[in-house]
C-alpha cells in the first residue's frame, strides 16, 4: 500500500501520516476541552478525511502540472488549488448548515494538513535514519 502511495509521490506517506498523528492529537486535547464529544470528533475527523482528500489531490495535481509548460502549468494548478479550497469551504458550509459535526472541529482536521506539510521534513529525516540503521 505504502509503495503505491509513494509512485503518487515519495512524501505523501508522511504527509498523510502527519494528517492522521495530528488528528489523534487533536482528538486527544479535544477530549479535555470540549463538552460535546461525540459533535467534536465528528467534525475533527470529517476534517481530517478532508486534509486527507486534499493531500491526494494536491499530489495528483503537482504531477499533472509538471508534465505541462510553465503557463499550462500555472493555470492548471491554480485550477485545481481553486477545486480544493472550494471542497473545504462547501463541507464547511454543510457542517455549519447541517449541524452534523462542529465545522471549527472539521477547520482543526484540515488545518492538519498545514502541520503535517512544515513537519514533513522532521518525518523524512526520521524515517531515513530508521532505514539506515536497519
Not at 68 to 83: C, E, L, M, P, Y
Not at 96 to 125: D, E, R, W
Amino acid at each position: 500500500m505504502i509503495t503505491r502511495i509513494k509512485k503518487i509521490n515519495t512524501a505523501l506517506p508522511g504527509l498523510l501520516f502527519g494528517i492522521i498523528l495530528f488528528g489523534a492529537l487533536s482528538q486527544t486535547v479535544g477530549f479535555f476541552l470540549v463538552e460535546d464529544k461525540a459533535d467534536f470528533s465528528k467534525g475533527l475527523w470529517i476534517g481530517v478525511v478532508t486534509a486527507v482528500f486534499m493531500a491526494f489531490h494536491m499530489a495528483i495535481s503537482l504531477n499533472s502540472a509538471v508534465e505541462r509548460d510553465v503557463k499550462g502549468a500555472q493555470a492548471a494548478a491554480t485550477r485545481q488549488n481553486i477545486i480544493r479550497y472550494l471542497v473545504v469551504v462547501m463541507i464547511l458550509g454543510i457542517l455549519m448548515m447541517t449541524k452534523i459535526g462542529n465545522p471549527l472541529a472539521a477547520f482543526v482536521g484540515v488545518m492538519g494538513l498545514k502541520v503535517s506539510a512544515y513537519a514533513q521534513p522532521m518525518f523524512s529525516k526520521l524515517t531515513s535514519r530508521t532505514k539506515k540503521t536497519e
